[in-house]
Structures are given as structure tokens and as C-alpha cells.
């Protein structure tokens, strides 16, 4: 008998949060951005549980028009929220997956009436479903993992992918959440990468490593994530730089992905860096380590079969979706174009992660083959809720190379009282360490990370936090 659940009440908390360095991605450069807590309290089976979510508010990702304002974006970020908690409080007690589904189909609905992009409005979705999983965890006094994998959750796998009618997850999730993961190390646009890209403007005296030089000697890093920005010239430039660092650092021990963003809106232009780096001999010896090319077209041709059937595209390199990850029905709509898989982020959505493993791992099966790929893609997770609450999800989908951003673009958990610091080193004493002045950051060692303690968690947090002392918004 699955637990039924049903939405009491809900609170909603904003912190500001600063980078130390920019993060340049796409058409954006992140110095700042709002970090907001949900907390949702639930009736599980006549027991009242609170279950916690929480995320940073990055304009130019969820919807990447040029003409809005950071604002915009933010206010619009808070409103998906706000809604699917509306949305949330109307559902009559259900199981988790059914919850789930009537919050999403009703979001989907007033969506489309109002204009908003799929993937933004899905966020609010998700914020309200990962405090329904821990609140559930909590109340079940398990893992994520098994609520997947044991599908406590109620998961309908045909509800989501018809072709998977029949199956359950745990002919597919991993028997065991992974113990470690490797982090997949961002360079983003404008990151230094050596000693002499340092000038007394940009140099940042805080600790922790600046260039990616500095990174992969500091961590330990061996796999990375490039970003590339559309423009043929400056990315075989770019990748130039920072091929001969990586390779000077680590030898032949690397691998990496490259991230499109979005950035190439003709295939044919994407096609012709393709071939540049196959011309190359520095170049194509070093995308011998390459993992995928992640999401290069923007999402409105992306799945378009007129113009992006990576089927037709001779001897090309494995693809995935991001950004086009969408819709339930995304993914495999991009493996028929001959895409090689998705990425895995929370805040598109846990369930919908754990049926698109499902099925990657299915056709792997029965087409024997290891083509189909889930990634775990970054963006900007910081503890002391959200990093934990994807690591843990990461690792009971069997995502084993996770791109990491947040310990490069923050200064640990600085952004936050130290109460919190001082939780996670209790809590979390194998993911986080502690700076000389007390605060935590996270513990990357070899190029890995620990989350032995993030699985023992419900939902990887395992503590309470206190949000009272940020600004409540309503709902």
C-alpha cells in the first residue's frame, strides 16, 4: 500500500547570494543570484512530515530571451513556484507519483495559456515534488534511492515512456545508490586558466583555487566540462587553451564533455567546428577523451527532424539533450534523431530522471549497446539543501560523472550563516571540510566525491534548516 499524501502548508525563503568569480555560460555571466528555500508540510498517513527544497534563481537558463531583465526572470522563476504550490494545495490526498502527475499536468496547462516555456514552468513543478520526496523519505525513514528503486513513489513507467509498460524501475535503477562520483569540473567562458591569465583586477585572495590549473592540482580533477559560446573561430581558440592545460596537468588520465548552451542555431554550423577539431591533430587526439557534446542547438530546432537529425550526420560524435529535456515525451523524441541520451538536473524534475533512466538503460539491453547515456549536468548547486538533494539523486539514478560548478564559482557555504557550516561538517563530514575561518566548502579529493553520508540521508540533507532568518515571501 503506497503512502498517501496530502499538502498542509508551505513557506517560501529568499537569501542573496554573490559569486567570487563570474561564471560566463551562453549569453549569460552570473555574479549573483537570489537562493530561495521551499519547505512544505505534508500529511503522510495521518502524520504531518515537512519535507525541504531549495535553489538558486539563475536567469538566462529556464528561458533564454535576449530582451528580458535579470528581474524578469527571477520574478518569473518565483511565480512557476508559487503556482505549482497553488496547484499543490488543490490535489486531494495521493501517492507520490500521482501527486506528481496532477501538479504537472495542471502547470502544463496554465503554462501554455500564459506563454511560459516548458522547461521554466517545470521548475516550479519540481521545487514542490523534492520536498514531496524528502517529506516522504523522512516519513518512510529510507533513501531516495529506495524510494525509486522500490518505486514507493508509485512511478508509472508507461505513463511516461509507453514503451516501458510493463517494467518496473528496479529492473533498471541501480541495486546500491554509487558510494562516489566524479566531478565533472566546469570551465566556463572567462575562467582563468593559468597563472598569466591573473591581473590585480581579477586575481580572488580567498583560499581556494582560481585558474584551471590551480583547480585540477587543488582537487584533483580529471574530468571537466567546456563551455563553447557559437562562434567557430573563438571556440577552436578557446578549446586550444585549454587542451594544452589539461593535458599538461593530468597526462592522458582526463575526459571531458563539451556544452553547446544552446549556442549554435544551424546545425550545419556546429558541423563545421566538428570538422575543425577533426582537422586539427592537437585537437582530435584530445577529443579522443571526449564523453558527448551536450544540447549545441537552441531548443527550438534541437528536435526539429528537418534540421537536426544527428542520424544523417556521418561518423559524428555521441549528442545529448538538455535544455530540450522538457517535455515528458523529449527524450525520446531525441533518440529517434539519433541523440544519444539527456542530462539529469533537479530542477527538471526527479521522477521524470528516474523513468528517462529507465528507459536509457532499456534500450541499452535490448540493443546491446552502451550508446544511450544519462548525464548529471550542474547548475550551480550549493548546500546546504539543493548540492545534497542532487547528489543524492545522482547517485541513485547511476549517473557516475557529474558536472560540478557550484564549489568553483562560490566560496563554499559562505553565502550562508555559519550555523550551516558547522551542520554540514557534523552531518556531512565526508562531502564537506572546513576552511581556516570555519566555514565549509566541498571536499573534491582525486577528482571525487564522497556521498557515502548524503545516502545514508533521507533525501541527502538528513538535517533541519532553520530559514527563518531569510526573507519570507509569500505564496
Request: hydrophobic share 40%.
Amino acid at each position: 500500500m503506497l503512502s498517501q499524501l496530502k499538502l498542509v502548508d508551505a513557506t517560501l525563503h529568499r537569501t542573496e547570494t554573490q559569486t567570487r568569480m563570474p561564471f560566463r555560460f551562453g549569453i549569460a555571466v552570473m555574479t549573483a543570484a537570489p537562493h530561495v528555500f521551499l519547505q512544505c508540510r505534508y500529511e503522510i498517513d495521518g502524520t504531518v512530515v515537512t519535507g525541504i527544497a531549495a535553489d538558486g534563481l539563475l536567469p538566462k537558463w529556464f528561458d533564454k530571451s535576449p530582451e528580458k531583465e535579470a528581474a524578469q526572470e527571477i520574478d518569473e522563476m518565483l511565480l512557476v513556484i508559487r503556482r505549482a504550490v497553488g496547484f499543490a494545495r488543490e490535489v486531494s490526498a495521493a501517492a507520490a507519483f500521482e501527486f506528481w502527475q496532477q501538479v504537472y499536468q495542471a502547470q502544463v496547462k496554465w503554462a501554455a495559456e500564459e506563454g511560459f516555456p516548458s522547461l521554466l514552468a517545470q521548475f516550479g513543478v519540481s521545487m514542490v515534488e523534492r520536498t514531496l520526496l524528502d517529506a516522504l523519505a523522512r516519513a518512510e525513514h529510507c533513501s531516495l534511492a529506495t524510494l525509486l528503486r522500490e518505486n514507493r513513489v508509485g512511478l508509472d513507467l508507461a505513463a511516461i515512456h509507453p514503451e516501458l509498460a510493463g517494467h518496473t524501475p528496479n529492473e533498471f535503477l541501480p541495486e546500491q545508490p554509487l558510494a562516489k562520483i566524479i566531478a565533472r569540473h566546469t570551465v566556463g567562458l572567462s575562467d582563468p586558466l593559468t597563472a598569466a591569465d591573473l591581473t590585480s583586477e581579477n586575481r580572488i585572495d580567498d583560499g581556494l583555487p582560481q585558474t584551471l590549473e590551480d583547480c585540477i592540482r587543488f582537487y584533483g580533477l580529471y574530468h571537466f566540462k567546456l563551455k563553447v559560446q557559437g562562434d567557430v573561430e573563438g571556440d577552436l581558440e578557446r578549446l586550444r587553451s585549454v587542451t594544452q592545460v589539461v593535458t599538461q596537468q593530468c597526462g592522458t588520465n582526463y575526459a571531458f564533455t563539451l556544452d553547446g548552451n544552446e549556442q549554435y542555431r544551424a546545425f550545419p554550423r556546429f558541423v563545421e567546428l566538428w570538422d575543425r577539431i577533426q582537422a586539427d591533430a592537437s585537437l582530435k587526439s584530445f577529443f579522443e577523451k571526449l564523453i558527448f557534446i551536450e544540447q549545441p542547438l537552441y531548443r527550438d530546432v534541437a528536435l526539429d527532424p528537418s534540421i537536426a537529425n544527428i542520424s544523417d550526420w556521418e561518423n559524428s560524435p555521441p549528442v545529448i539533450i538538455d535544455e530540450s529535456d522538457a517535455e515528458l515525451s523529449a527524450l525520446a523524441q531525441a533518440l529517434e534523431l539519433g541523440y544519444a541520451g539527456t542530462s539529469h538536473k533537479n530542477c527538471k524534475g526527479i521522477m521524470k530522471a528516474a523513468a528517462h533512466r529507465c528507459l536509457i538503460n532499456h534500450r541499452n539491453a535490448i540493443e546491446n549497446t552502451s550508446r544511450y547515456q544519462m548525464s548529471g549536468e550542474d547548475l550551480v548547486n550549493i548546500g546546504p539543501v539543493a548540492l545534497l538533494q542532487d547528489l543524492a539523486a545522482q547517485a541513485a539514478l547511476g549517473n557516475t560523472s557529474i558536472e560540478r560548478n557550484g564549489h568553483h564559482y562560490y566560496r563554499g557555504l559562505s553565502a550562508f550563516p555559519k550555523e550551516f557550516s558547522q551542520s554540514m561538517l557534523q552531518q556531512h563530514g565526508d562531502l564537506y571540510t572546513a576552511m581556516d575561518d570555519g566555514f565549509a566548502r566541498v571536499n573534491i579529493t582525486g577528482g571525487e566525491l564522497d556521498l557515502t553520508s548524503i545516502n545514508a540521508a533521507p533525501f541527502g540533507v538528513g538535517v533541519e534548516i532553520p530559514t527563518d532568518a531569510f526573507e519570507k515571501l509569500s505564496l
